[in-house]
T-cell receptor, first 117, second 115 residues
């Protein structure tokens, strides 16, 4: 079974600075998808960014980018120019490409990000 | 554009009581899911339904039952609630997309407390 580990329960960053959240995963598969979800105090889960394992290029969405290291099974999230609205719990998630039905995700434990003004 | 709607948002139960969490999506998605979120454990899959008429167990199905009433609705039932089922419950849905990622759309969550 796949596992996802987020080793940083809490992180903090100053507004306008850059922060990197870590995620590692364990899998024997070669094709899969990785995601970062954001959960603000409203509890709503919001997709931040996704990465297909077969793509070597790191995904980028505005101020959010990932460092995908397939051999190391590492998938970190970099937030540039941090804003107060980035404060949230961030979850890393894995999905097997081989699933023939549904899209079951395996989540990490989460990292609580605080943005200081 | 409501997306995924869950009810109720909050519920307090006594041990042994039963209740049903309701979930509906208006995106015509085939697949629906129930997750629970506990501190330090992320989200864990309880049950999912890959299509109307089918349901399958996830990682933590014990103590729960589900019903895929139709394509839109997927309910989660606790027959005899236990304090260990105190959690925040999320419903989600997804559909096949061209990238294959099949991104999940989540509801706003339901906080359940079992005394």
């Amino acid at each position: 079974a796949q596992t996802v580990t987020q080793s940083q329960p809490e992180m903090s960053v100053q507004e306008a600075e850059t922060v990197t959240l870590s995620c590692t995963y364990d899998t024997s598969e070669s094709d899969y998808y990785l995601f970062w979800y954001k959960q603000p105090p409203s509890r709503q889960m919001i997709l931040v960014i996704r990465q297909e394992a077969y793509k070597q290029q790191n995904a980028t969405e505005n101020r959010f980018s990932v460092n995908f290291q397939k051999a190391a099974k590492s998938f970190s999230l970099k937030i540039s120019d941090s804003q107060l609205g980035d404060a949230a719990m961030y979850f890393c998630a894995y999905r097997s490409e081989g699933e023939t039905s549904g899209s079951r995700l395996t989540f990490g434990e989460g990292t609580q990000l605080t943005v200081n003004p | 554009n409501a997306g995924v709607t869950q009810t109720p948002k909050f519920q307090v139960l006594k041990t042994g009581q039963s209740m049903t969490l309701q979930c509906a999506q208006d995106m015509n998605h085939n697949s629906m899911y129930w997750y629970r979120q506990d501190p330090g454990m992320g989200l864990r899959l309880i049950y999912y339904s890959a299509s109307e008429g089918t349901t399958d167990k996830g990682e933590v199905p014990n103590g729960y039952n589900v019903s895929r009433l139709n394509k839109r609705e997927f309910s989660l039932r606790l027959e005899s609630a236990a304090p260990s089922q105190t959690s925040v419950y999320f419903c989600a849905s997804s559909d096949d997309d061209s990238s294959g990622a099949n991104v999940l759309t989540f509801g706003a969550g339901s906080r359940l407390t079992v005394l």
